[in-house]
């Protein structure tokens, strides 16, 4: 398998505009090539006869069907609130009026 050289590390950082000393190119090479390595590794295992999974359990729907209940009064809403107006909630002035 061909390792990643140093200059296409460089070049991948170009692309990203990822600016990276050499100090930096030097280090990232060898462990992107390293990753690379594992991840072939990985698709060697992978069997044919194996489904793919996205979830280790089945996904349920938990949503249970609409149903028409009553709606609260504008009394029974308004009965908890500090201050109310009109039948709605009274909130301090935020915007000045021009």
Known sequence: MPSITR????HLARLA???LTDAELD?????LDQIIALVGQVSQVA??????????LPI?????P???VPCLTPEQALSGAPAAE?????????????
């Open 66 to 68: 609409d149903e028409n």
């Open 7 to 10: 200059e296409e590390v460089a």
């Open 47 to 56: 069997a044919d006869d194996i489904p793919p999974t996205s979830h280790a």
């Open 86 to 98: 009109e039948q709605r909630f009274r909130v301090p002035r935020i915007l000045e009026e021009d």
């Open 17 to 19: 505009r990822i600016e």
């Open 27 to 31: 280090h990232l090479a060898p462990q």
């Open 60 to 64: 349920t729907n938990v949503m249970r």
